[in-house]
């Protein structure tokens, strides 16, 4: 039996094979384009997606913005008629001149007196001094600020042109009505410092509740024009966006640019002289007016950050053909590869999955804790504001209805209430504190500060409680002892929460000691006491806001759990450091590093 050379062979099937192997990179080829062509229209969803609510973060940013800058000229108006309501022509003319000059934005500001009559105003030549607003039938803006306190209008029409919104603000003297503040906003105020702003091929406009035009970059509308008029159904989709807009709406859409002279642009699409805009819009709700600020752009913007990527995938799709048509076996090889990869790379994707869902579950279970918290934090606020109040009540009753003939110590009741109230009033200063020093809005106004006379002061503010108690307080400190940099009201308050904590904590008979020591480059200060001390779990939770130690303490006030929060992060506002050393009934020694 004579067997074929190898040779022979594979001439015998040459052409199945090759035809094998072209089917085989048709095919791949095929996957490879269409592969390349769907991952592109995904990624320019996502990337339009993305611009999208990058525009309207911008669109949110200048509302708030805008809103930010009406509520200050508001505040600074209004504070002006509460705090300066019996002032003369004279004084309202130099007050409106300090405001004009220190806040850029008013354009005018006057004082109608209570007959309607505009008195005086700053800047002069802008003020229709002698103008009578009854006299001429302007009086409704005065009568509704009369009824309803601050009123402003939607912005209209300055006779100097532009245009203007007016705040009204009645002034008071007790009950008596002096007359009107009027303040005036002129609209390119705001368009010179919000919305001109805008460096892109797009373009920001403003329209009111009515539709109004307030601003408008591209130029299509002049200002005080209705747009909603304008576009009057020739233009839907803008125009939708625009009764969005007016409904107080935020959120994006898309509308087709129109061309000066353009009656019906969606219909001239096919013309190809139009352009795809895209629009976010955020509201501006402002003293019970509403407006709407977009920010519009090209949808090529969109596509120009597409084309680096479809290039990229012209030439993958082109080098894939031309390898795919060199070597097919090869590329079936690298696909079996690339399987056995992906498989790796989706187990990796897995176990990532995985580890990301397990920490889910842990960010649940932490927000069930704070939730919780929260809870427990409210039952605790309300029964320790509401426990003192009960205590101040029953007092004031008992004194109110008691007759001479009976044997009531109203003095034991006066102080019982003077103590409720004195706790309830610790209880509200811790919660205000804490709030305030978390939101930053503590600012540590620093001076040079002798330390020894801040511990004496806290001392002194807290020495009767410890001679109620029978506790001896020392202090230790060395005579040339160095002032440090600091803020004089919060370091009292620190060490002040320290002594009457340890006093807390510290039987009849105890004993506290205060050490101050100069080191180097620090000035260290021990609170130690040889109270009852703290158990090793609480230690590392001391410091935590709303944390309170078990178990009863004297007179059975458990305080907010604050103090020492309060206290550890005054010192870190400081730029120092606190520490906590404790043993059961030992006692316990806080450590407090400042910087000298």
Not at 341 to 350: A, D, G, M, P, Y
Not at 374 to 397: C, G, Q, R, W
Not at 436 to 452: C, H, M, P
């Amino acid at each position: 039996m004579v067997f074929p050379k190898e040779n022979d062979l594979f001439g015998k099937y040459q052409k199945q094979v090759l035809l094998f192997i072209a089917i085989v990179s048709f095919i791949l080829l095929i996957f490879i384009v269409f592969f390349g062509v769907s991952t592109y229209f995904k990624v320019n969803e996502i990337v339009t997606t993305q611009y999208k609510e990058q525009q309207l973060l911008l669109a949110r940013q200048i509302s708030t913005g805008i809103m930010e800058f009406l509520d200050e000229k508001v505040d600074l108006v209004e504070s002006l008629a509460e705090n300066e309501p019996d002032s003369t022509p004279d004084e309202y003319q130099r007050l409106f001149k300090d405001i004009y000059d220190g806040s850029q934005g008013f354009y005018a500001i006057e004082f109608i007196n209570d007959t309607g009559i505009v008195v005086t105003g700053y800047p002069e030549e802008d003020v229709p001094i002698g103008y009578d607003l009854y006299e001429n039938n302007q009086q409704w803006p005065i009568e509704h600020a009369k009824e309803t306190g601050t009123y402003s209008t939607n912005p209209i029409q300055l006779l100097e042109g532009g245009l203007g919104s007016f705040i009204w603000v009645p002034v008071y003297e007790n009950t008596q009505y002096k007359g009107t503040i009027l303040a005036i906003i002129k609209m390119s105020t705001l368009s010179e410092k919000y919305l001109g702003m805008y460096d892109s091929k797009g373009y920001v406009y403003m329209v009111d509740r009515n539709g109004q035009v307030l601003f408008d970059g591209s130029g299509h509308f002049e200002q005080g024009e209705n747009s909603i008029e304008i576009l009057n159904n020739s233009h839907s989709r803008f125009l939708q966006i625009i009764y969005e807009q007016v409904n107080g709406s935020e959120g994006t859409g898309n509308y087709l640019r129109f061309s000066q002279g353009d009656d019906n642009v969606e219909n001239h699409s096919e013309n190809g002289n139009t352009e795809n805009m895209i629009v976010a819009y955020s509201p501006i709700n402002w003293n019970r007016r509403l407006w709407s600020v977009a920010v519009v752009s090209p949808e090529s913007e969109v596509v120009a950050l597409m084309n680096s990527m479809l290039f990229q995938q012209a030439m993958f799709v082109t080098l894939s053909a031309i390898m795919t048509m060199m070597g097919s076996i090869f590329i079936i090889f690298l696909l079996l590869r690339w399987n056995k990869s992906l498989k790796f790379e989706v187990e990796r994707k897995t176990m990532e999955l995985k580890e990301f869902n397990d920490s889910l579950e842990r960010a649940n279970s932490k927000l069930k804790e704070l939730d919780k918290l929260k809870s427990d934090f409210v039952s605790m606020v309300s029964h320790e504001l509401k426990t003192p109040m009960t205590a101040i009540k029953t007092s004031a009753e008992l004194l109110m209805t008691s007759s001479d003939h009976e044997q009531i110590d109203s003095h034991e009741l006066l102080e019982k209430i003077i103590t409720n109230v004195d706790r309830q009033t610790r209880t509200i200063n811790d919660l205000l504190d804490i709030a305030k020093i978390e939101s930053g809005a503590i600012d540590f106004e620093k001076e040079r500060v002798n330390l020894r006379e801040v511990i004496d002061t806290a001392v002194e503010t807290i020495y009767g409680i410890a001679y109620d108690h029978g506790i001896i307080i020392n202090i230790s400190s060395p005579s040339d002892l160095p002032k440090i940099t600091g803020n004089a009201d919060a370091l009292v308050t620190v060490f002040v929460n320290l002594i009457n904590n340890a006093l807390k904590f510290t039987p009849w008979g105890g004993r506290i000691d205060i050490d101050v020591a100069d080191t180097l480059e620090h000035v260290r200060v021990t609170v130690k006491d040889n109270g009852i001390g703290i158990p090793h779990d609480d230690l590392e939770h001391i410091f935590e806001r709303f944390y309170k130690l078990g178990g009863e303490v004297f007179d059975n006030e458990m305080g907010t759990g604050l103090g020492l929060a309060i206290v550890k992060r005054i010192v870190e506002g400081h730029k120092g450091k606190i520490m906590v050393q404790s043993k059961e009934g030992k006692g316990t020694c806080f450590i407090i590093t400042l910087r000298r």
